[in-house]
């Protein structure tokens, strides 16, 4: 379940600014390691690299659902 929350908070994220500081801390729209393991403890910095597959260290949108929907994300 862990992943629809993160979704459902990410793409709520993009929607609203009310969220935006809960997860993306440094509010650039995309989520570091850090920003994410806030959201998913269970993120290791492995999947995370996976999920980061133009490679610049921050998830976008759509690396995340990309992620998601390869089953990269814990659930
Ligand atoms: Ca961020
Ligand atoms: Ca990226």
Do not use: C, K
Not at 20 to 32: P, R
Not at 46 to 62: C, H, I, K, R, Y
Request: proline share 3%; glycine share 6%; charged share 20%.
């Amino acid at each position: 379940m862990t992943r629809y929350i993160l979704i459902l908070a990410f793409s709520s994220l993009w929607m609203s600014s009310s969220h935006a500081q809960e997860i993306d801390a440094d509010g650039d729209g995309l989520l570091s390691l850090r920003e994410a393991q806030t959201a998913i403890p269970e993120l290791t910095e492995e999947v995370f690299l996976m999920a980061d597959t133009d490679g610049n260290g921050l998830l976008s949108q759509a690396e995340l659902l990309s992620a998601n929907e390869r089953g990269l994300l814990p659930s």
